[in-house]
T-cell receptor
């Protein structure tokens, strides 16, 4: 089954404790991206990757890091989480940017 | 210039009615305009998409109308059903920049 898998689904952490949210896709897609969803603000792009080892900033990259060492995986790293990073996070993948994006189930992160 | 303005924020429609959601943009370089549907607890899923060389696209009860000169596009849901109750996001993409810009979302409720 074609899918994008994020882990964990729910995470509560403390300020400053490094964390990683994993994302994996099984469709051999080249384009992957991370979004955060906040009430009233919609989905905002954090980082995207056009292919292996090629990443770039979206609209809200501050406080986040990504890497793309393999085509299928695109982890999101929060080196020092802060409460303003409490949000619902989605990973997505597609053949290219202007094509149907397949989203993961989301990760609800709370930073206290 | 990179924003996509979506309205209304919420919409209540009677079963069988027409739901209309509007989006406006400024950047004339956008070349792909998808609409995504999101149910509670799920990631967004592509509903329908259009490119600027087409003024209208219909898939079942869902239609995108695209007005290039006005820089607006809209989603029409004909014969709205309670199962259509969800949050809808428009988006705009410029293939050359690889960035995905989403609207702020419309929460649709269809009354039985």
């Amino acid at each position: 089954e074609a899918q994008v898998t994020q882990n964990p689904r729910y995470l509560i952490t403390v300020t400053g404790k490094k964390l990683t949210v994993t994302c994996s896709q099984n469709m051999n897609h080249e384009y992957m991206s991370w979004y955060r969803q906040d009430p009233g603000l919609g989905l905002r792009q954090i980082y995207y990757s056009m292919n292996v080892e090629v990443t770039d900033k979206g609209d809200v990259p501050e406080g986040y890091k990504v890497s793309r060492k393999e085509k299928r995986n695109f982890p999101l790293i929060l080196e020092s989480p802060s409460p303003n990073q409490t949000s619902l996070y989605f990973c997505a993948s597609s053949w290219t940017v202007a094509a149907e994006a397949f989203f993961g189930q989301g990760t609800r992160l709370t930073v206290v | 210039q990179q924003q996509v303005k979506q309205s209304p924020q919420s919409l209540i429609v009677q079963k069988g009615g027409i739901s209309i959601i509007n989006c406006a943009y400024e950047n004339t370089a956008f070349d792909y305009f998808p609409w995504y549907q999101q149910f509670p607890g799920k990631g967004p899923a592509l509903l329908i998409a259009i490119r600027p060389d087409v003024s209208e696209k219909k898939e079942g009860r869902f239609t995108i109308s695209f007005n290039k000169s006005a820089k607006q596009f809209s989603l029409h849901i004909m014969d709205s059903q309670p199962g259509d109750s969800a949050t809808y996001f428009c988006a705009a993409i410029t293939s050359g920049t690889y960035k995905y810009i989403f609207g702020t979302g419309t929460r649709l409720k269809v009354l039985a």
